[in-house]
């Protein structure tokens, strides 16, 4: 409780109100320095055997972590046990063609699917698409913003926005005095996204790939990793850098480097078969 109450201006504090109810059912009867690691191996391994993926769990383990952590800063334990993670399934990278893009965007309908075509424009994550207000947007100057408590990095973004953007927005005036998008969940439908997908003829693809999407035509088309991290409201390189292997242009004025080594010819020429 003690947790939650530092927590209570997070914006994923109905997540960890989750992630804590599920340690609850076990680790309820156990006192703090009674949390071991093979306990808490224990509770790793049945939230894995639940079915869900890799991230998921680690998601939960990152929450024991931090009540751990945070119940040693307070005296309340000498020392906070490690806490193992899984290797993090969520580094995929799926991302459409042109082509590809195109027929999922005429298989989706209404909302959605003008959420997706701003989304493929910027890079949003899909809860910032959903709350974006008109007060963060600013047409004139070609920008939007995302508040700090509403960024997943803890961190105000400010997005450019494209061609593409701006048409979507002019199009999107005077359907909401506030939102942007009129859309009445707060959460996306993914069945119906899903199944859009689906007639689509695309395997494998989720709403969040459509950042992804984003992110890789970027860099297919020049821009920077530095410039894409900023863009995107990364906190880190390191979640950019799985992007790197979709261009090597940032390379090829080095790839001439070797040049001036020489190589005799013959080390390289292969024997010839003697013929009768």
Same mark, same amino acid.
Request: include cysteine; hydrophobic fraction near 35%.
């Given at each position: ?105 005429? $298989? ?23 709350? @974006? ?5 600013? @047409? ?20 450019? @926005? ?29 069945? $119906? ?31 920077? @990793? ?22 090597? $242009? ?27």
């Amino acid at each position: 409780m003690r947790y939650l109450d530092e927590q209570e201006n997070s914006r994923t504090i109905e997540n960890t109100k989750g992630v804590l109810r599920y340690l609850c059912e076990h680790l309820n009867d156990k006192t703090l320095d009674s949390i071991t690691k093979s306990v808490i191996e224990d509770v790793r391994l049945h939230k894995k055997s639940t079915g869900v993926k890799n991230s998921t769990v680690n998601r939960t383990m990152t929450v024991l972590r931090a009540v751990l952590n945070a119940a040693r800063e307070w005296d309340w334990l000498d020392n906070a046990p490690k806490v193992k993670m899984f290797s993090d399934d969520s580094a995929r990278v799926r991302f459409l063609t042109q082509d590809e893009a195109n027929r999922l965007l005429s $298989e989706l309908r209404g909302e959605l699917r003008v959420m997706a075509k701003f989304t493929l424009a910027t890079g949003l994550r899909a809860s910032n698409v959903i709350d @974006l207000r008109w007060s963060e947007v600013n @047409l004139a100057r070609r920008t939007a913003w995302v508040k700090a408590e509403n960024s997943k990095s803890g961190k105000a973004i400010a997005i450019p @926005l494209n061609d593409d953007a701006m048409r979507i927005l002019r199009e999107q005036i005077g359907k909401h005095k506030e939102k942007v998008f009129v859309y009445n969940q707060r959460q996306l439908s993914t069945k $119906e996204f899903t199944n859009a997908v689906k007639r689509a003829g695309i395997e494998n693809f989720r709403w969040h790939d459509l950042r992804h999407t984003w992110a890789s035509w970027h860099i297919q088309n020049g821009t920077p @990793l530095h410039v894409l991290k900023e863009l995107g409201g990364w906190s880190d390189l390191k979640m950019v850098l799985r992007y790197a292997h979709l261009s090597s $242009e940032h390379l090829s004025g080095y790839a001439n480097n070797s040049k001036q080594i020489s190589f005799d010819d013959k080390i390289l020429s292969y024997p010839q078969r003697k013929t009768a």
